[in-house]
């Protein structure tokens, strides 16, 4: 791979999230196949040949496109290429998609039906989809809670996002009776707050 390239995601990789270098990282690396492939350097792409390569894949959708072009065009910037090749391409504005959420009474019942029991595994269970609709927490945010987290006389919890980007989140009254029920089965006080049959996150 081109020296510069990897200077790049050296760079990079200083201040991503893991998850959006690995996809930075994927991006870079196939661009410069193309590259490779067509017998160019980074110094030799004309902004044509950017256009041909984002069109050379007819299954990619019209926001995977633009995240290609903004990490190339992002490369060029870290070089400081005078004239960016990618810079003056310009993308319609598409209409950013709202969430379809399922009817409240769906919801609802979703979460009354999350484990009848009180095991630990079926109290995890109603923790997870209560966190999820009550609060709004994504996947990898559940997996990254700590019992330390939860601040039961406040009604938060410390979620730990993307990118670094943390916060503090209220939770329902409901959210905190089963994470209390969930805790004493456990009779743990630290750790990880969602564990698996082998005690792991």
Not at 7 to 32: D, G, V
Not at 56 to 66: A, F, K, L, M, V
Not at 158 to 183: C, E, H
Request: charged share 25%.
């Amino acid at each position: 791979m081109d020296n510069n390239i990897n200077c790049f995601l050296s760079h990079i990789k200083k201040y991503k999230a893991p998850t959006t270098y690995k996809r930075k990282c994927h991006m870079i690396t196939m661009f410069s196949c193309y590259c490779m492939n067509h017998k160019k350097s980074l110094e030799d792409i004309q902004k044509h040949d950017i256009e041909v390569y984002l069109l050379s894949h007819p299954h990619w959708c019209h926001e995977t496109r633009y995240m290609y072009w903004h990490v190339i065009k992002e490369l060029y910037d870290f070089l400081h290429v005078p004239d960016n090749p990618a810079a003056s391409i310009q993308f319609r504005k598409h209409p950013r998609k709202t969430i379809k959420l399922p009817p409240q009474p769906v919801i609802e019942h979703a979460v009354e039906n999350t484990g009848g029991s009180t095991s630990i595994f079926d109290l995890r269970n109603r923790l997870m989809v209560e966190l999820s609709y009550g609060s709004g927490l994504r996947r990898i945010e559940l997996t990254r809670l700590d019992i330390e987290d939860i601040d039961f006389y406040e009604k938060t919890v410390y979620v730990r996002g993307k990118g670094k980007k943390n916060r503090r989140v209220p939770i329902t009254q409901k959210t905190i009776q089963t994470a209390s029920d969930y805790l004493k089965q456990r009779g743990d006080y630290q750790g990880p707050l969602l564990i698996n049959h082998k005690t792991g996150r």
